[in-house]
Nanobody, 133 residues
Framework: QVTLVESGGGSVQSGGSLRLSCVAS??????????MGWFRQNPGKDSEGVAV???????EDADSVKGRFTISQDHDKNTLYLQMNKLEPQTTAKYYC?????????????????????????WGEGTLVTVSA
């Protein structure tokens, strides 16, 4: 069982920045056995993939955040990050950290496809990001 705890959400004005963090823990959790990702959701809407990172460090970002958001991971701290710059009101959502069991040699498209949130095995409780105009 893996536990994911997000932090770093808040309210900012358009153009501002936030950095989300997600600490992973649990018996047997080791970073090289999981693909990690950030997803977001608004009430009444489907979950949307934001960015994912495989255990080898390869990443995939949603087109809507390319050039503005950066996903990264510190294996020593078991922590996943999402640096969000140039925030826009439409990025307001609850952001969730998620983990998928994977083989270190799995390509990211197989380990944790960005467009299939149901592929993820573990989820955090989420952290709310609100961007005002």
């Amino acid at each position: 069982q893996v536990t994911l705890v997000e932090s770093g959400g808040g309210s900012v004005q358009s153009g501002g920045s936030l950095r989300l963090s997600c600490v992973a823990s649990g018996y047997g959790y080791t970073p090289n056995k999981y693909c990690m990702g950030w997803f977001r959701q608004n009430p009444g809407k489907d979950s949307e993939g934001v960015a994912v990172i495989a255990s080898d460090g390869s990443t995939e970002d949603a087109d809507s955040v390319k050039g503005r958001f950066t996903i990264s991971q510190d294996h020593d701290k078991n922590t996943l990050y999402l640096q969000m710059n140039k925030l826009e009101p439409q990025t307001t959502a609850k952001y969730y950290c998620a983990a998928a069991r994977s083989h270190p040699e799995d390509p990211i498209s197989l380990a944790c496809p960005l467009d299939i949130p149901a592929n993820m095995d573990y989820w955090g409780e989420g952290t709310l990001v609100t961007v005002s105009a």
